[in-house]
């Protein structure tokens, strides 16, 4: 993956907690549906660089011969 692929899934996963936090604190209040709704938008934004560091690893790995 290219830096600039790394640094846009980093920047959408900071954009999604911060989102997340704000939908749960301001327009929600805290309640279950609240972090029900946060859990969904931290699970969307940050995934993706989840799962791209989990395939780097991967790829470093095999390169090591383990």
């Keep these: 993956m290219t830096k600039g692929g790394w640094i846009a899934?980093?920047?959408?996963?900071?954009?999604g907690v911060f989102a997340a936090a704000f939908v749960v604190d301001e327009l929600i209040g805290g309640g279950a549906l609240g972090w029900m709704a946060g859990g969904a938008i931290i699970a969307v934004t940050v995934g993706p660089l989840l799962l791209s560091l989990i395939a780097w690893r991967r790829e470093q790995d095999s390169r090591r011969g383990q």
């Design 9 to 15: 899934k980093v920047l959408l996963a900071l954009v």
